[in-house]
């Protein structure tokens, strides 16, 4: 029978003389149940290695730890801005929707008065907010024909800047109507003023006649209008009758005329009566007309008389001379140094307020130089 032989452990199978090897667990911390060398044998256990990469490792760990509080802090500001930019936004998306309100409310104004909206102030509309979501009020521009708001910076900028704004469109007829307003502006002894608003009207408007009658008992008006030819619509709307007696009532009635030759005729009359006065001022100029070359010096005889009243002032050419009786005449020069044609007035008033007029026409040419002279 043979012999055994003794058997020998992994560790004994080192050379003789050789350290023994043996792992131990590492110490608690980063590097838990990692396991350490220590060499037997030589008396010494080799941490420095160990330690060395734990210590490295460890200060990776706080620069990553700094580099997400980092990150964390970059988001947090990303985040502010952002929901102060959706929040901005959605106010501006609510202030635009007031100013659509409001729009179709200066709109359904402008229907119902069949004219152009006038105020700086948004209409009383149902529906309508007085204030922008940034606390401001709501305001017009009828010139421009705008409503705006003064935007976040609470500026009124006129529209401008970061203003938010929104257009309407001015008020246009679509049938034609008689123009609104027919009345009488002022007046004196022996004429007045009428005046009325302009017609829009979407197929153009080309002119106004103004027809006359001077008794009730007229059943119809003229058929020709008190003026030679319609009052263009682009001169202002409004006409002088002049010549009329004191006293007198006159019935008058007014016509829009399309440029599509359409007419419509206001509804009603305006009657007006002047008032009776046993002072009457007239005024008489001459010459009355007048043509001469620039540089020309000419002299006007101006007579003033004023029945049952004195004479207070003489205005001509934006003089004015004191008067103090029934019946003045007064010799004014006055020089003409542009060529052009020129329209002046005489104006006489008495104590009373009446007024008298009267008109000169003075046409200025240029000189003209003859061969041989010398100017």
Request: with cysteine.
């Amino acid at each position: 029978m043979g012999c055994k032989t003794p058997s020998r452990s992994l560790s004994d199978s080192r050379p003789k003389g050789s350290p023994v090897r043996r792992l131990e667990s590492a110490p608690d911390g980063p590097w838990a149940g990692r396991r350490a060398v220590h060499m037997e044998g030589t008396g010494r256990i080799d941490r420095v290695a160990s330690m060395a990469l734990w210590t490295s490792r460890l200060a990776f760990s706080l620069v990553e730890i700094c580099m997400a509080i980092g990150i964390l802090i970059v988001l947090s500001l990303l985040t502010v801005v952002v929901f102060d930019d959706l929040v901005g936004t959605s106010k501006e998306r609510a202030a635009r929707q007031d100013l659509d309100v409001i729009r179709k409310g200066v709109l359904l104004w402008q229907v119902e008065r069949r004219s152009d909206y006038p105020h700086e102030q948004i209409p009383p509309h149902e529906g309508v907010i007085a204030k922008d979501p940034w606390g401001h009020p709501y305001r017009v521009r009828p010139r421009s024909r705008i409503i705006y708001s003064a935007g976040p910076n609470g500026t009124d900028e006129q529209g401008a800047g970061d203003d938010l704004s929104t257009a309407y469109e001015s008020y246009i007829e679509d049938e034609l109507r008689p123009p609104p307003s027919f009345r009488v502006v002022e007046h004196g002894p022996d004429w007045l003023r009428l005046g009325w608003d302009p017609v829009r009207y979407r197929k153009g408007v080309a002119g106004y006649n103004v027809y006359r009658r001077e008794s009730v008992g007229q059943t119809t008006y003229a058929t020709i209008p008190i003026h030679p030819s319609p009052i263009p619509s682009t001169q202002a709307p409004q006409l002088d009758d002049t010549g009329l007696m004191p006293g007198t009532v006159y019935y008058y009635s007014l016509e829009v005329l399309g440029t599509n030759g359409e007419r419509a005729r206001y509804p009603g009359q305006l009657g007006y009566q002047l008032p009776a006065s046993t002072t009457v001022v007239q005024v008489s100029v001459t010459p009355s007309t007048l043509v001469l070359t620039a540089g020309s010096t000419s002299t006007f005889a101006v007579t003033a008389r004023s029945a049952g009243g004195v004479l207070k002032t003489l205005e001509f050419d934006g003089v004015v001379h004191p008067l103090s009786s029934s019946s003045h005449t007064l010799s004014i020069s006055k020089r003409f140094v542009t060529a052009g044609l020129f329209d002046l007035e005489v104006v006489a008033t008495d104590e009373s307020g009446q007024t008298g007029k009267a008109k000169v026409r003075v046409e200025v040419q240029d000189q003209i130089k003859v061969p041989g002279t010398r100017f």
